[in-house]
């Protein structure tokens, strides 16, 4: 692969698909760097690095975005995002704006690791193990924060708060397995009582547990 690939969909609707990729030979980007803003662009990335519309002022839209292997994907504040895909051992960094169209779901499996950044909502996330891995997904937004329509825990999964310093909130999160949810900050609210609350390692005050399963 190359170290240096820079490529301008336009408005031309494309499936771009990355193998491979070298060492990023741009200090602070990735190797791969691509946009595009058609309404049903996909990006599959099964390895290397990419990274989608990173530069000021930039706009980029992708309708599904698949990552998997060790694929690592980093998308910025002008990407709008449909459905967001990631599992084996990809790395997924998202910022995203509020005034874009919100998420439409973010599914972590296996190994993978997704981190959302920014303010843009989403409706459903779906993290889930198999009992020996473990699929994370990071909450770091900021500002007024972010809702969550529908957050779905399955055996492994582990939905972090640690490192968000905006508010978190949940109309309904539903347990099927064994999970974790790491909120020392104390920074998620949920609407809606957690059914299988006695699946979760809650990783906060034990007040704050009470709190979140009886809203």
């Not at 051992?89 to 499996?109: E, K, P, R, W, Y």
């Not at 690791?113 to 459903?124: F, I």
């Not at 708060?161 to 978190?168: H, R, T, Y």
């Amino acid at each position: 692969g190359s170290g240096l690939v820079m490529v301008d969909f336009g408005g031309v609707q494309t499936a771009c698909s990355v193998l491979t990729s070298d060492t990023p030979l741009v200090d602070g980007y990735h190797a791969v760097i691509i946009k595009g803003t058609h309404a049903s662009n996909t990006l599959t990335v099964q390895g290397g690095t990419v990274d989608v519309a990173p530069f000021a002022g930039e706009v980029s839209t992708l309708l599904t975005l698949t990552v998997t292997g060790t694929g690592e994907v980093r998308t910025s504040s002008g990407v709008t995002l449909g459905t967001v895909n990631a599992g084996g051992q990809a790395v997924v960094d998202i910022t995203s704006a509020d005034g874009l169209t919100d998420i439409t779901a973010i599914n972590v499996f296996e190994s993978a690791q997704v981190t959302l950044r920014g303010t843009n909502d989403v409706t459903a996330a779906t993290i889930a193990g198999d009992g020996t891995t473990t699929p994370t997904l990071f909450v770091a937004c900021s500002g007024t924060g972010v809702v969550f329509t529908t957050i779905n825990l399955y055996k492994g999964a582990v939905l972090d708060l640690d490192a968000c310093p905006g508010v978190v909130t949940a109309t309904t999160i539903n347990v099927y397995g064994e999970c974790t949810i790491n909120d020392r900050n104390e920074k998620l609210k949920v609407t809606n009582a957690i059914a299988g609350w006695s699946l979760v390692t809650y990783n906060g005050s034990s007040k704050r547990s009470l709190s979140v399963e009886n809203p």
